[in-house]
């Protein structure tokens, strides 16, 4: 298995810019975790979803942030429109239930 | 509310002294606690949990219920430990998200 997999894994974009940011979980695993890594904040939840289902997103910061998971094994990030302090390192989780935490390598994202 | 706090954003060691990173945590019920570790370029990986009680890579951590913290700890730092740490809690029951601290910087001077 190759573990997480994340596409971009580094995105350049202007501001107002849509961004997509896409997110393979491991096959299996049924809980699915987008985090969002700067200097300032550190690691924060953003939204998560188990079983497909989005059971928290009061981490996305803003109604420009959107995430879906169509099916088991793909996510999407969506920010629209892009800001630059939106610039940071987008990671995606996934896990079994009750069971580690496994992390895709991250996109990084700057938005100008 | 649920919070963890590490303290150093970064920590500096010689090779082959002690090291021990520090985290606290906020945390109305029964966590779980984990250390994650970051090497350069690389994805953020699991190193330990403290229900597993193991050691790995010579890294231990005990929980400290009394004091709420669950402090990382080795005996002899080694250059390969250079990495960025982070320690984390979650909700014991069922499949929660990771609450994250900020993360220490550690670096090991040869």
């Known amino acids: 298995d190759a573990g997480v997999i994340q596409s971009p894994r580094h995105e350049v974009t202007e501001m107002g810019q849509e961004v997509t940011l896409r997110c393979k979980p491991i096959s299996g695993h049924n809980s699915l975790f987008w985090y969002r890594q700067t200097m300032m904040r550190g690691l924060e939840l953003l939204i998560y979803?188990?079983?497909?289902?989005?059971?928290?997103d009061s981490g996305m910061p803003e109604d420009r942030f959107s995430a879906k998971m169509p099916n088991a094994s793909f996510s999407t990030l969506k920010i629209q429109p892009s800001e630059p302090r939106d610039s940071a390192v987008y990671f995606c989780?996934?896990?079994?239930?009750?069971?580690?935490?496994?992390f895709g390598p991250g996109t990084r994202l700057t938005v100008l | 509310a649920q919070r963890v706090t590490q303290p150093e954003k970064l920590l500096s060691v010689f090779k082959g002294a002690p090291v021990e990173l520090k985290c606290n945590y906020s945390?109305?019920?029964?966590?779980?606690l984990f250390w994650y570790v970051q090497y350069s370029r690389q994805r953020l990986q699991l190193l330990l949990r403290?229900?597993s009680r193991e050691s790995i890579k010579g890294f231990t951590a005990d929980l400290n219920k009394g004091e709420t913290s669950f402090h990382l700890k080795k005996p002899f730092a080694q250059e390969e430990d250079s990495a960025m740490y982070y320690c984390a809690l979650r909700s014991h029951s069922g499949n929660t998200p990771l609450v994250f601290g900020k993360g220490t910087r550690l670096s090991v001077i040869a």
């Open positions: 403290h229900i």
């Open positions: 989780a996934s896990s079994e239930v009750g069971n580690e935490q496994f």
């Open positions: 979803f188990n079983n497909n289902v989005p059971i928290d």
């Open positions: 945390y109305s019920g029964s966590p779980e």
